[in-house]
């Protein structure tokens, strides 16, 4: 198991940035794959994007092609998502996640095998 720690939500109005911080510890972080995946209030947990432990593989989801960036810093132990052009939609509770590197991060949330607490990203019109 790994542990993670989100960081960097707030309340931002509309067109302003956000970048959420995961920090983990307890395994050999290189080597896992990583998902941002948010809920709102009364939706289902959604993926937002992954990054592969192979650099470079991402994925996005539709909604926030383009506006938003998955990265990583291995010497940190910490995985990003830099978030632009923020909509109201953007609402909600975004966890960081954890899976082993044989598995396909972009089949979804159940994929996942290590989950941080989430922190709440709020975006006002």
């Known amino acids: 198991q790994v542990q993670l720690v989100e960081s960097g939500g707030g309340l931002v109005q509309a067109g302003g940035s956000l970048r959420l911080s995961c920090a983990a510890s307890?395994?050999?972080?290189?080597?896992?794959?990583m998902g941002w995946l948010r809920q709102a209030p009364g939706k289902d947990r959604e993926l937002v994007a992954t990054l592969r432990w192979t650099p470079g593989i991402t994925y996005y989801a539709d909604s926030v092609k383009g506006r938003f960036t998955i990265s990583r810093d291995n010497a940190k132990n910490t995985v990003y998502l830099q978030m632009n052009r923020l909509k109201p939609e953007d609402t909600g509770v975004y966890y960081c996640?954890?899976?082993?590197?044989?598995?396909?991060?972009?089949?979804?949330?159940?994929?996942?095998?290590?989950w941080g607490q989430g922190t709440q990203v709020t975006v006002s019109s």
């Open positions: 996640a954890a899976t082993d590197s044989y598995r396909d991060p972009t089949r979804g949330p159940d994929v996942f095998s290590s």
């Open positions: 307890g395994r050999a972080f290189s080597s896992m794959s």
